[in-house]
Nanobody, 116 residues
């Protein structure tokens, strides 16, 4: 099992940048495909980005492609989400996700608010 703790959220103006971090403990994160999701009140949680176990493959939602970058540092059991050119519609609670053999683990979330 793995425990995930997100950090790095906050308030930023449109056009600004934030970097989210997800620290994993328990099992080594290199065993897991990692990802980021986000959710706003009243809406379903949506996929943002994912990265393969080795870091060799990355996947992005169309809405963030070209602006967000997911990366991982397995030696530090950490996954990052660099968010640039932020827009008000990026405002949400961002959740870190770890997946192995179709079993998903979630962090508690970190709030990102982008003001216009």
């Amino acid at each position: 099992q793995v425990q995930l703790v997100e950090s790095g959220g906050g308030l930023v103006q449109a056009g600004g940048s934030l970097r989210l971090s997800c620290a994993a403990s328990g099992r080594t994160v290199s065993s897991y495909r990692m990802g980021w999701f986000r959710q706003v009140p009243g809406k379903a949680r949506e996929f943002v980005a994912a990265i393969s176990r080795s870091g060799g493959y990355t996947y992005y939602a169309d809405s963030v492609k070209g602006r967000f970058t997911i990366s991982r540092f397995n030696a530090k059991n950490t996954v990052y989400l660099q968010m640039n050119s932020l827009k008000p519609e990026d405002t949400a609670v961002y959740y870190c996700n770890a997946e192995v053999n179709a079993v998903h683990y979630w962090g508690q979330g970190t709030q990102v608010t982008v003001s216009s």
